[in-house]
């Protein structure tokens, strides 16, 4: 868990069925949280943040595969592309995880919010030039990841 309060803090703990690459993942999945809420306060991605959590600015969400605001898809997309791209370099696709879903479904999902996000009508009201661009090259190194692959 990363807690925007306390930034700099994570707490994992891991269960039992958990193997090395599991914890692997939600250390990575929780920096990955942490380093964007740290480009967050230094490059303010969010012009408008009182105005994410309305309901026509709800997006896709890429690993709960829900509705919610666009600081959380893309938090998301963020995740999704760190924890594949961990993956694609080191541990492959094709194990069983116990914590995130399968690659296929993390890639199908993220590419699916990035759509949803870049979509929004109001997209350049809500999201800085700094956060679509970090998007749009999330979405490319997704692109990236053979289908074949996964």
Known sequence: MTVRAALGSIWIYPRANWKVEDLVEAYVHELTHTLVMLDEHRFWHYPHYDRLEREENLVHSAIRSEKRSLFASAHS???????????????????????????????????????????????????SPRLRSLLEKSGQQLSAIQSARL
């Not at 594949?84 to 479904?105: A, T």
Request: charge should be negative; aromatic fraction near 4%.
């Open 77 to 127: 997309i963020f995740v999704a592309n760190e924890l594949l791209q961990v993956r694609e370099r080191h541990h492959g696709h094709k194990m069983e995880f116990q914590l995130h879903p399968q690659s296929r479904d993390i890639r199908e999902n993220a590419l699916r919010a990035l759509e949803s996000i870049l979509s929004l009508a109001n997209i350049d009201l809500l999201a």
